[in-house]
């Protein structure tokens, strides 16, 4: 069976690849990779990078011996770095005669649909031109990836958003390592590897396995299988689609959302809960519309249009998108269809969310995991 799933990674055409600060710091690392991705190209596949590293060549350029504490100063950094990180890349995929494509996203720019749809369009037509996008989180407006070693997270992002068949997480590791140190090869869902995970233990790099087998989860709940490779290997994106047993493959889970659902979902930061009631939520299990008689209750500030999270007597149970803010969503909880309107004081169909902007995460007992729908 693994040897089947494996074989399959050979036809990827589209694939997302990964690279951290610290497997970028090696001598050398750069060609190597560019060798490696160049050959993928050349047989017939689109390669996106997402490359960090920058932090850590604006230390070296703004002569800085250590880490900088300071937000304003690792910023500082990563602006710096950012111009020498694509220099190195462009100089590495120079003998091979492919042009790189600076790309700087953010967590908010795939939040807002249309800037969503943006970049999707501009990925596509540099993929087209035989480009290789070298894509970095934008450190001077966002500081997630300074924070939590979120580049991980913006690649899963990055693999739904180009429409990936393969996303690879590069790491100076050979895969997901057990308790004993051994390499595990093939992973069903990612509750079996959860407790292996260790904090990093230096600053170079961050994130850590957590971080990757994270992304790792949100990538394959979308129907994108994920790999966490070896860096280090001289051939191992090259092994990898081959179908060699290297690294640890995640096996994508359950059907694939709609692309826009998974967006709600798992892109949106929900901006506050509402509180259903048992029948509520055994309705919106079975894809009705969120109305306002089961609600029992709201939390946060949200806008009509914001992502909230529904959550039921067992827990959160499904996202979504508001169509009422917080204040109307309180007038209107509890409320019977005939009273919708004197609630919220004028005319209004009381649909909190609708079927269509509701993606069911959690099907109660039992249930883990999102469900399309
Ligand atoms: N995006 C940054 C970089 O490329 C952050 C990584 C870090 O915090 O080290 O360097």
Redesign the pocket.
Known sequence: MSDRIRAALHEARRVVVKV??RSLASPGRFAALAGQLDRMRAAGRSVVLV????????RERLGLDA?PKDMPR?QA??AA??AA?VRAWEEAFEPHGVPVAQVLLTHADLTDRDRYLNARHALDALLDLGAVPVI??N?TVAVD???F?D?DQLAAMVATLTGADLLVLLTDVEGVLDDAGVRVPLVRDVAEVEPFLRAPTDD???GGMASKVEAARRATLRGVPVAIADARAAEGLTALLAGEDVGTLFLPQGAKLPSRKHWIAYTLRPRGDVLVDAGAARALARHASLLPAGIVGVRGDFQPGDAIRVVGPEGEMARGLARYGVLDVARLAGAKRHEIEARLGRAGSGVVVHRDDLVVVRRGEGGSEPVSG
Do not use: K, P, T
């Not at 490359?51 to 604006?58: C, N, Q, V, Y």
């Open positions: 951290g600060s490359s960090s590293g920058a932090i850590a060549l604006g880490r690792l950094a990563a770095g950012q990180l970095n989180e450190d990836e300074i924070r070693g580049n170079v790099g961050l």
